[in-house]
């Protein structure tokens, strides 16, 4: 009920949140199309990566084919997070389990460990991506070696590391 309301009046609510209250997360309205996903911080961009062992997703600088993701919505408003350039989904592996475990890009097969549950913050209009099966949210951290920027499921914690930018592509 409550997701078919802020479908109904996304653009209306959200703006009435953003005045009258405390940061917080609405569901996304109209969310479906190409995208960029950016951290607002560094302006690095989510990446599929192809040339790894392990099909991470890291963040990079502009310019790469695989930085473009199609976000699709299903019935129960859940999303799928869909690389155009692999035709892979951001997916945390039904067999890892705690906080940590990086996101990769697999196979899409619509599996809960491949949707995404999207949130709009109402204090700076940035992105929070929470995975279905567990509940926690995709962030940015470091991986050894070479410190590389990958995207972890960490516990939600409403960090700056866990905020994205959604930059639709016409």
Known sequence: MRRTFLRAFGASLLALVCVAGPAVASAVP???GSF???DPDTRRFATAETQTVDPL???LDRGLPAQTWGITSDPRGNHEI???STNTCWAVPRITVGPGSLVKHVACTGASEQQWEIQTM???GTTRLISVHSARCAGLAL???GNKP???ELDCTGGAN???LLLRLT
């Open 36 to 38: 960029l996903i950016s």
């Open 162 to 164: 866990q905020k994205f």
């Open 122 to 124: 109402s204090t700076d």
């Open 143 to 145: 991986t050894e070696p």
């Open 57 to 59: 997703v890291s963040m």
């Open 82 to 84: 869909r690389n155009t």
């Open 150 to 152: 990958v995207l972890r």
């Open 30 to 32: 109209d969310v479906d």
